[in-house]
């Protein structure tokens, strides 16, 4: 199995500095790695529900 491209530090970051849109397709176009929204997307899936992280 291939290694994850993003983790959820990355798009806990992303996420607090995002002004207004939230979405995995808008992470895409402003992070600088080639790594493709469905990888975010799985990442979510993938992540249980866990206040501490934040």
């Not at 993003?6 to 995002?18: E, G, L, T």
């Not at 176009?29 to 997307?41: E, K």
Request: aromatic share 8%.
């Amino acid at each position: 199995m291939n290694p994850p491209k993003c983790q959820a530090k990355d798009y806990i970051q992303w996420f607090i500095a995002s002004p207004k849109v939230a979405s995995c397709t808008e992470v895409t176009r402003s992070t600088t790695g080639p790594i493709a929204h469905d990888a975010y997307t799985r990442l979510l899936g993938q992540l249980e529900p866990n206040p501490e992280v934040l």
